[in-house]
């Protein structure tokens, strides 16, 4: 995309027929498909791998390594693990020992790589064949992208790739952080949500958060799940300013993009995500709401 049109190009909108991560299982011809041989304890289940259908009622029914081949592309290396789930929420005890995952890791035949973990049943009961949970990600391919199920996978490649294609016609440049905080702070709150006034973010946020409380502003990474690697080849990560504040009853945190770490400020500056926790009372609990939604919650707080 020409330079000059960077100011105005909306960061998290492009094209819909992308996602972001992968996800790998299957069974056919390991010469043919270009995976390795799959270890003594993958084996094990690999009669869930001859029918992609099995792992997820939205895939084909054939063999599931043929269906991850095609959304991969020739050339992926693709290993596999059968491990016990760690970064599913579950937590083993001796009576109560945690679920099996089956661990998939793919080199991208571009740059990158692809990593999945699927939970597959316990190991004292067996593998069930329906597999409840799939989570995974791409990195390497422009900035993390993320994937909850497998048959979302082909769009989330297409995402990670269509994605990494037009951020190389930005040119590379870095992130100077005043900036990019001074950039945030001046945006009109209603640039950010249509529903609130054409006060400046930062008097809104102040607003919100009341003269005693301090507000933090800080540039990271959007995504907190990305991991915290070097950006090397063409790997990338969104750049977010976060504001914060904290007391005794709430949390608040909104994260608004404004580049990335390797093409520096550009664009027009968008939600990314918020988060609003209510620590006490029958509201207690985590929110993810628009900002006007969030100025709603605090008006409708009973006062103690």
């Known amino acids: 995309m020409p330079a000059r049109d960077l100011e105005t190009v909306s960061l998290l909108k492009r094209p819909r027929m992308m996602s972001a991560l992968v996800l790998p299982l299957g069974l056919l ?9 799959l270890p003594e304890q993958v084996k094990s289940i690999s009669y869930l791998l001859e029918d992609a259908s099995q792992l997820d009622a939205e895939l084909p029914a054939i063999p599931f390594r043929a269906w991850l081949k095609s959304v991969v592309g020739e050339g992926a290396r693709i290993d596999w693990n059968l491990t016990e789930c760690g970064d599913h929420g579950f937590r083993g005890r001796k009576d109560h020992p945690a679920p099996q995952c089956l661990g998939i ?7 990158g790589r692809l990593q999945l973990s699927i939970v597959a049943g316990k190991a004292a009961t067996g593998i069930h064949p329906r597999l409840t ?3 995974g990600f ?4 422009g900035p993390t992208v993320t994937v909850r199920s497998l048959h979302e996978l082909p769009a989330r ?12 016609e930005v040119p590379p440049a870095t992130i100077d952080v005043a900036s990019a905080i001074n950039r945030v702070k001046r945006l009109k709150a209603s640039d950010l949500d249509g529903k609130l006034d054409r006060t400046t973010f930062s008097a809104w946020f102040r607003r919100l958060a009341g003269t005693a409380e301090k507000v933090t502003w800080k540039v990271d990474r959007c995504d907190p799940m990305a991991r915290r690697r070097g950006l090397e080849g063409c790997a990338d990560e969104w750049a977010c300013v976060h504001a914060r504040f904290e007391n005794d009853l709430d949390s608040v945190s909104v994260a608004v993009v404004v580049g990335t770490y390797r093409r ?5 500056p968008q939600i990314y995500s ?12 985590i929110r993810q709401s628009p ?3 969030i100025l709603s919650e605090f008006e409708q707080q009973p006062l103690d």
Request: glycine share 12%; proline share 4%; charged share 20%.
């Open 274 to 285: 918020t988060r609003h926790f209510v620590k006490t009372g029958q509201n207690f609990g």
């Open 291 to 293: 900002l006007h939604e």
């Open 138 to 141: 791409i990195e390497g391919v």
């Open 264 to 268: 520096g400020i550009f664009g027009s």
């Open 29 to 37: 011809s390991i010469l043919l498909l270009g995976s390795r041989p």
């Open 133 to 135: 949970q799939a989570r």
């Open 157 to 168: 490649m297409a995402e990670a790739r269509n994605q990494m294609a037009w951020l190389q």
């Open 105 to 111: 890791d793919v080199g991208l035949p571009e740059c």
